[in-house]
């Protein structure tokens, strides 16, 4: 695999498909063929994908720029046993610092946002793309007068990931607003499902293996615009405020435990500031780990077993992590 390669919509060079492998050759054949819209890359480092600036190389990274172009890499990824990641915004995920085998996709390109039929005078039904981020919703809601979302703002990552984890803060969760999702299985299939299909509960949704979001449709109340807007400044300061919003960061590393809250449990063991390598727990919210600089995940995840000690030698409870913690490969 050469490092740096990439194909937006086009056929490499002879020279360079002589040098590429099963798997590259296979999705080399779906550009050729005119089967793909986006952009491919090989030998990606993911570092450049998530919020914490970890990250080593992804075999393939695909950025699809249609459903169609998604489906016909998932049939390549199906019938060659090709592992299959979601990136999204690379919040709440840490990859390994070695390579990361298989196709990591991003559907940043899925980014729109409309009204839909079911709108009445009372409710507006949105339709939100799954690479859609968090806070261009929010600020679309809020511009209109859309209430239900106020509290979700400052949350990173893409409408898809926020449906996967269930994103939510004071109070609000993205399940409260959910009408139905679109998902494309492992064999290319579009299948819609429901709320109460999703079998929602804390930082998660119950999906069909293999699914990936493609867009989500919520349900908002029409509210007079200035208030939406008051609400949403509100609850935006209040987060800046108490959480270190512009650092390095994958967001909360554990989920609260039931009746208590993890930062509120880190703080009490006494491990604000502790530090490996490049990675500190943060002084102002301990349930944040900030990459200082030269962070590996191997410093995340010796920190995240140290605080996870002193936690449960503190106070007897089990803290359990939110971060989405990718494999290396081999």
């Not at 507006?124 to 859609?132: N, R, T």
């Not at 993205?174 to 494309?184: E, G, K, L, T, Y």
């Not at 554990?254 to 990675?279: D, H, S, V, W, Y």
Request: proline share 6%; aromatic share 6%; net charge neutral.
């Amino acid at each position: 695999m050469k490092n740096g390669l990439e194909y937006p919509c086009s056929i490499p060079h002879p020279s360079v498909a002589e040098n590429l492998d099963m798997d590259e050759m296979q999705l080399k054949g779906v550009i050729e063929r005119g089967l793909f819209k986006g952009v491919m890359k090989f030998n990606e480092p993911l570092s450049g994908h998530t919020s914490l600036g970890i990250g080593g190389p992804v075999d393939i990274m695909v950025f699809p720029e249609d459903p169609l172009s998604l489906k016909n890499v998932l049939l390549v990824a199906e019938k060659e046993n090709i592992p299959v990641i979601v990136i999204g915004a690379g919040t709440n995920l840490l990859p390994p610092d070695g390579r990361i085998e298989g196709i990591a996709v991003s559907l940043k390109a899925f980014r729109s946002i409309e009204l839909t039929r079911d709108s009445d005078e009372n409710n507006v039904v949105l339709y939100a793309g799954a690479g859609v981020p968090l806070p261009m919703l929010v600020n679309f809601a809020r511009k209109y007068g859309y209430s239900g979302i106020e509290a979700l703002a400052g949350i990173p990552g893409y409408v898809g990931g926020a449906v996967c984890m269930n994103a939510g803060s004071f109070g609000t969760e993205i399940r409260d607003v959910i009408v139905s999702v679109a998902m494309m299985n492992p064999h290319g299939e579009i299948v819609i499902a429901a709320k109460d299909k999703l079998e929602f509960s804390y930082r998660s949704a119950h999906l069909p293996a293999g699914s990936i979001i493609l867009s989500a449709n919520i349900m908002l109340r029409r509210d007079d615009p200035a208030e939406v807007d008051t609400r949403t400044k509100e609850f935006l300061n209040r987060k800046k405020a108490a959480q270190p919003l512009g650092e390095l960061s994958a967001g909360c590393v554990f989920k609260n435990p039931q009746g208590n809250a993890a930062g509120r449990l880190i703080e009490a063991a006494g491990c604000k500031g502790m530090k490996t390598g490049g990675m500190e727990v943060s002084r102002m919210h301990a349930n944040y780990f900030i990459n200082k600089g030269g962070a590996t995940c191997r410093d995340f995840i010796e920190l995240m077993e140290a605080v996870k000690a002193r936690v449960k030698a503190y106070s007897g409870i089990d803290l359990e992590p939110e971060v989405k913690i990718l494999r290396e490969k081999g």
